[in-house]
């Protein structure tokens, strides 16, 4: 039983990176953008966040930083960093029209080379590498409230983590019910279809494709700060981790079939299966590497899964990577 | 009819038809200076260091000495090789994200009968065959199945090439264990260190990157000639301008898809063991090491031109190997590796970026009747 909760509660809030990520990477996708960009927005968004609470910690003296103003400009810078991001994306991509394949990897390159460097620097400052941390900020990231003390294991399960895993779920509802639920959400939908058609009926493709991504791009920062704040304990390492969990949330918009609410679910799932092999008996260090396997084979199952049923609901977006020119018709 | 000019939008964007090559050059080289200057105001901004000092710096740190200049000339090849494999799926419009992984699995398999067959006393010669072989196989394979997938399923090639990337790579660090030397180090190793079975060469200073470069330039040469005198490529250039006209002239589509994804993981595969036999003798997570996501903005950027990747490859590691060479020449000017990658990202999205200007034409319009022409 506590193996169980154990993998539970892992699964959670190692999925709940991966779930900002890959909700980020919906609304962009929706919007017809295809940005493989999302691991270093990602990275942006941690190392944002980290340098706002860094230089607002050591600028007040550790022991009088308030938790709650730390955590306020780290959110805010994070969700600057990560949407600059984006913006530089976007005006590639939409104004520019390069492809946007090849834009989102350069953009993952360069911002891993600006997040590990300011990492880096950061480290150096505070007398070494490991040394960063932002203990007061970290702590309200990570400040539980438990809202039915002495249940035991249901405690665990449901109360044991920081607000951002909740939030996660709540941005996750909000998504589905604007992409599904309002005219905004209904003429989003059309850009990523068929852009030319929502454009003949008067709507702004430019405008539409530049906030989904842009405000894409910050919803997949916050995974980075998540990861950073909450995860990882208000510290740095330049250890790729953030890379490798950007391409997991790439991974999870393909598994969630573009639909936020899955995503919930699938990204729990997702941190399960990332962990499955601590929790199973006899493996060797070879055979567990087969284990780390499962996320990626799952992922290729349900790709293979969609295409062959070819339902209409579970298909990506029909302009997905296409930039729009209007002329071009 | 009186026209309002008040109306009219400041900036008008047109298509472009067809633009003389020096105009072409001219764009990308104006882009490349800009962008050189952006990387020395920034350079500045990090580190206080004079710019041009800066770049004579890396200059000096990648052709300084006969070895530094071979070590870029062996880098170059392998970025070369894996951007030449991406021109035909490029060029098809299949968004082959996966040479990453089809280069480690190339290297896994050259590395596999370096180690299982390297003491069986067969002629080095005939070893490094069966090597090539391996990995060619191999690559092919990790690119042939996201290609039947597309081609009969229609799958999103982008996504399951990029899924197949890491599933290579857990293969790698599912093998690394088994091959690992010294125990416990969790690292293959160098492979063979005391017979050298299996090395492309035995004189890793010159002979190796020589070798490397003459097989990676035939087999650019070849895939220029594929691309643009073949039957076959010409097939690749329909399916990628329009699948419906590729039909209409009674192109297999299908056929045409699955061929060129096992000729793209083919080559990248190879990459891999030019990787392996020569210039690491062993195997791990670097091998690749993002090369096989790099080496899709050279080809792309080259417009699948063989030849122009030559240039942007060697520009690349010229950058990357360069600012290596900064970061530890200045390592207390706060520079370090990672500006490498600020300063690559920010040439290739100014390239990228001129793209557009070489593709259409931008008109201002300055009040009533003032035009002018960008």
């Not at chain 1, 969630?256 to 008996?281: D, E, M």
């Not at chain 2, 920034?42 to 000495?65: D, E, R, Y």
């Not at chain 2, 999103?156 to 790698?172: D, K, P």
């Not at chain 2, 040439?347 to 200007?357: H, P």
């Amino acid at each position: 039983m506590t193996q169980l909760i154990s993998i539970l509660t892992t699964a959670v809030t190692f999925g709940t990176v991966i779930m900002y990520g890959a909700l980020g990477e919906i609304l962009t996708e929706k919007s017809g953008n295809l940005n493989l960009g999302v691991p270093g927005i990602m990275y942006l968004g941690g190392i944002s966040g980290l340098i706002g609470a860094y230089l607002y910690e050591t600028g007040v003296g550790a022991a009088n930083a308030l938790p709650v103003v730390g955590m306020i400009i780290a959110i805010v810078c994070a969700l600057a960093g990560s949407m600059l991001g984006g913006l530089i994306f976007s005006f590639l991509t939409i104004t520019l029209r390069t492809n946007q394949n090849v834009t989102g990897l350069t953009l993952t390159i360069i911002s891993a080379g600006i997040a590990n460097y300011f990492g880096g620097t950061l480290s150096k400052m505070a007398g070494g590498v490991g040394q960063i941390s932002v203990a007061a900020t970290s702590s309200a990231f990570r400040w539980t409230q438990s809202l039915t003390d002495g249940w035991g294991e249901f405690d665990t399960l449901f109360f044991n983590y920081g607000f951002m895993t909740y939030l996660a779920i709540v941005i996750a509802i909000v998504l589905s019910i604007f992409i599904n639920r309002t005219t905004k959400g209904l003429n989003l939908r059309a850009v990523g279809e068929n852009p030319a058609t929502a454009d003949a009926a008067g709507i702004n493709v430019t405008r539409y494709k530049y906030l989904a991504t842009c405000i894409g791009a910050g919803i997949s920062g916050l995974g980075g700060l998540y990861y950073v704040m909450d995860y990882i304990k208000g510290t740095w390492a330049n250890d790729g981790n953030i890379e490798a969990l950007g391409w997991l949330a790439v991974a999870l918009v393909i598994f969630a079939t573009w639909k936020s609410l899955r995503g919930i679910w699938s990204a729990y799932l997702f941190g399960a299966l990332c962990w499955l092999y601590y929790y199973i008996p006899g493996l060797t260090r070879s055979t567990q590497e087969l284990f780390k396997m499962l996320p990626y084979v799952a992922t290729i199952a349900v790709l293979l899964f969609v295409s062959f049923r070819k339902r209409k609901e579970d298909q990506p977006p029909a302009s997905l990577g296409l930039s729009y020119f209007r002329e071009e018709r | 009819m009186k026209i309002d000019h008040k109306k009219e939008p400041i900036i008008r964007i047109s298509k472009r038809v067809g633009i003389q090559f020096w105009k072409s050059w001219l764009i990308r080289l104006a882009a490349i200076a800009l962008s050189l200057c952006v990387c020395a105001l920034l350079i500045f901004a990090l580190s206080g260091l004079n710019p041009i000092k800066v770049f004579g710096t890396m200059a000096k740190g990648v052709f300084g000495t006969q070895r530094k200049l071979m070590n870029w000339v062996r880098d170059t090849s392998v970025l070369l090789c894996i951007a030449v494999g991406l021109a035909p799926a490029f060029k098809m419009r299949f968004w082959n994200i996966g040479a990453e992984g089809q280069m480690l699995v190339g290297g896994i398999a050259a590395a596999a009968c370096m180690i299982h067959l390297g003491n069986l006393g067969m002629p080095n010669v005939v070893l490094l065959l069966i090597m090539a072989s391996a990995s060619i196989i191999a690559g092919g394979v990790w690119g042939v199945i996201p290609a039947i997938s597309k081609a009969y399923l229609n799958t999103n090639e982008t996504l399951f090439t990029l899924m197949m990337n890491y599933i290579a790579m857990q293969f790698l660090l599912f093998f690394t264990p088994i091959w690992e030397h010294p125990a416990g180090s969790n690292k293959v190793g160098i492979i063979n260190s005391v017979t050298k079975v299996g090395w492309l060469s035995e004189d890793q200073k010159l002979a190796t990157p020589l070798i490397m470069l003459f097989i990676v330039l035939i087999v650019t040469v070849l895939m220029f000639a594929y691309l643009k005198y073949s039957k076959q490529g010409y097939e690749i250039a329909v399916v990628g301008e329009s699948q419906r006209t590729a039909k209409y002239a009674a192109i297999n589509v299908k056929n045409v898809v699955v061929r060129s994804m096992t000729i793209s993981g083919a080559i990248c595969g190879l990459a891999g063991f030019l990787s392996v036999a020569g210039a690491d003798h062993t195997i791990s997570e670097d091998t690749a090491g993002g090369r096989g996501f790099i080496a899709i903005i050279v080809a792309w950027l080259a417009k699948f031109n063989t030849f122009v990747m030559i240039l942007i490859a060697a520009l690349i590691v010229f950058l990357d190997k360069g600012a290596i060479a900064l970061a530890s020449e200045y390592s207390n000017y706060n520079l370090t590796n990672d500006v490498a990658d600020i300063i690559t990202g920010i040439i290739l999205f100014f390239i990228l970026g001129s793209e557009f200007f070489i593709n259409y034409k931008i008109k201002f319009h300055l009040g009533k009747g003032k035009e002018e022409i960008a």
